[in-house]
C-alpha cells in the first residue's frame, strides 16, 4: 500500500526556490514576490487519485491526477507552460516528469515523520521544499 498523503501540510522550508523560478524565466517582481510566500498545500488521495492545491496569499494552483496516467497540464501556478506530465510511485515516493519546453523538468514527494518533502528539478537547479502536517 502506498504512502497516505491526505492532509493539508505548512511549510517549514524552501531551498532554492529562486533558482527554480529563474530556469523557468519568470520574472524579476514575481520571483521576489513568490519566494517570500509562505505556502500550505491540501492534499486529498483516494489510492491512486490525488485532488491538490498548493495555496498562499498570492495565488492558488490546484492539479489533479491519477497515478500512472500522462495529463496535459497547463502550470498557471508557475510559468504558464504546457506540459506533459506523468506522476509514478517509486516505493512510497511520488515521481513527477513534465515533458515541455524545459529539461529535467518534475518533483518527487516523500513522507518522513509528520513532514512531506518535495524536491523540484528544471534544468541543473533543484529545490527542496519541506512542510509539516498541520494537526
Not at 501556478?77 to 517509486?90: E, P
Not at 516523500?110 to 528539478?121: R, S
Amino acid at each position: 500500500m502506498p504512502a497516505d498523503y491526505n492532509g493539508r501540510w505548512e511549510m517549514v522550508s524552501n531551498e532554492n526556490f529562486e533558482d527554480i523560478m529563474k530556469a523557468l524565466d519568470i520574472d524579476f517582481a514575481t520571483r521576489k514576490i513568490a519566494s517570500h510566500l509562505h505556502q500550505t498545500k491540501v492534499i486529498i488521495q483516494n489510492g491512486d487519485k490525488f485532488e491538490t492545491k498548493t495555496v498562499s496569499t498570492f495565488r492558488t494552483y490546484e492539479v489533479n491526477f491519477t497515478v500512472g496516467e500522462e495529463f496535459e497540464e497547463q502550470t498557471k501556478g508557475l510559468d504558464n507552460r504546457k506540459v506533459n506530465t506523468l506522476v509514478t510511485w517509486d516505493g512510497d515516493k511520488l515521481v513527477c516528469v513534465q515533458k515541455g519546453e524545459k529539461e529535467n523538468r518534475g518533483w518527487k514527494h516523500w513522507i518522513e515523520g509528520d513532514l512531506l518533502h518535495q524536491e523540484i528539478t528544471v534544468l541543473d537547479k533543484v529545490c527542496r521544499q519541506v512542510f509539516k502536517k498541520a494537526q
